[in-house]
């Protein structure tokens, strides 16, 4: 089954660089809580938030 995205450009752009920036301080101060930076990256990539499905909210408009 494939995903609906229900996020726009925009969000995506700025989640992909929120994502980023974690990783590389978890590089900087070695610490594997960058890890965490892994979840903004990947949901910018594919476009889907589980967390905007459960409140049924969508940052794009022709979504």
Known sequence: MPVSKNMG???????AVIGLIIITLGFVYHSWLGAIGLIPLVTAGIGFCPLY???????????
């Open 9 to 15: 450009p925009t969000d995506r752009i700025i989640r």
């Open 53 to 63: 499905r459960i409140i049924g909210f969508k940052s794009c408009s022709n979504c």
